[in-house]
């Protein structure tokens, strides 16, 4: 089984920082695209970051500037460092992994999600 777990969340002030982690792990042969995901109390969840294995970004444009989506290939962990926080940025944050599974003899494609981890951003 491979799985993704989130961790870092929590209440912070508005202007405050924040960073965000997913650790993978389970028979995992190679690791493609990551990226981080959130959804706020009644709204659609929406892409937030997405990072390359060769460590190109992309943001969107509601956190250009103010999020950085970072990567340790070696521990299997993409990061999710927020700075100048503001109070529409609460949200439950999830993190994904576009992956290739490995269990002998057998090689999977898969698209894995975390459990989510909160985020408020309040004063």
């Known amino acids: 089984q491979v799985q993704l777990v989130e961790s870092g969340g929590g209440l912070v002030q508005p202007g405050g920082s924040l960073r965000l982690s997913c650790a993978a792990s389970g028979a995992i042969f190679s690791i493609n695209d990551m990226g981080w995901y959130r959804q706020a109390p009644g709204k659609e969840r929406e892409w937030v970051a997405t990072i390359t294995s060769d460590s190109r970004t992309n943001y969107a444009d509601s956190v250009k500037g103010r999020f950085t989506i970072s990567r340790d290939n070696a521990k299997n962990t993409v990061y999710l460092q927020m700075s100048s926080l503001k109070p529409e940025d609460t949200a439950k944050y999830y993190c994904?992994?576009?992956?290739?599974?490995?269990?002998?003899?057998?090689?999977?494609?898969?698209?894995?999600w975390g459990q989510g981890t909160l985020l408020t951003v309040s004063s």
């Open positions: 994904k992994a576009d992956l290739i599974a490995y269990t002998s003899p057998y090689y999977r494609a898969l698209e894995v």
